[in-house]
């Protein structure tokens, strides 16, 4: 293997474009642009798939954070077999408990956000 | 070329940051509603931030629970009648209801929490009649996602009376194909 001199390395970089002395400052940059898209483009997904609003990990609901349960239940009625009265049966005590948590619910009464009663504690004079 | 990169990141983190529009209603406040206002509005975003954080947890819960109900019950169940040769259109035509009105309660939920996001976030010592537009449009989006909590609460039970309609028919029918 024939050896490179020192004078031949310097004429190939003075040879050599802006570019291509600048190869690994560019990668690094490039890496650097991509990282930065890529998250800007993870982050809108996040806003706008709406996942952004059941993350309860996210600052700020530390408080609620205890209160969220897994949905561990394995409730779960087959999609096949006989439709018998077991069957049925089955269906409503599981189906009952469900709609139990969502029937009737008072959640999100707008009086709570009324800015009247928030700002000025009544109606508007 | 450092310029144009910054520029270029700038641009684009303009671009994907998320919007959130007050409307652009006229808000007529006097000047000492607007002194209220200023004078109120910190201690009431500390409890929007809290009815926040409420509300999240309530969105978390209500929307496992409808997802549990749409994908372990109505769709097996409706997949079940179908086996038995019964005439499941009624059941089929409320599944998908129920579909539609959960995909709504997630996007009035969406837009709803960025609202009250705004208002929480919103420095509202400086922007008093913009609060208070921000706290009357939630007010608006607060009650359109409870509206749409009563009518998925109706299609569960307008489901299960559909179900029980079913029930006599479908247990004759189990009990012919015994024999």
Known sequence: MAAVSMEELRSDAARMTV???HRFLLLIAGVITISFVMVMIGMYIYNTS???QVDLSRPGYQSVQKEASRDTTDDSFASTGKLDKEAFDSFDNMYAEHARQVVGVDSFDPKAVDPDALLFGAGTN | MYKRLVIGSVLLAVISSPFVYADDQTTNLTSAQIALVKANCLGVQSTL???HANDALS????GQEYETIS???MA???SRIALAKLDNVELTKTTVDFNAKLNDFRDLYKQ???TMLHAIQLKCVDQPVDFYSSLAQAQTERQAVRQSIAGLAGLVTQYKQQVDGLRNKAIAASQQGDQ
Do not use: C, D, S
């Not at chain 2, 969105?59 to 209500?62: G, Q, S, T």
């Open chain 1, 19 to 21: 570019w291509q002395r």
């Open chain 1, 50 to 52: 709406g996942a952004a």
């Open chain 2, 49 to 51: 931030n809290r009815i």
């Open chain 2, 59 to 62: 969105r978390v819960h209500l």
């Open chain 2, 71 to 73: 994908t372990k019950f």
């Open chain 2, 76 to 78: 097996p169940m409706n």
């Open chain 2, 112 to 114: 709803y929490e960025q």
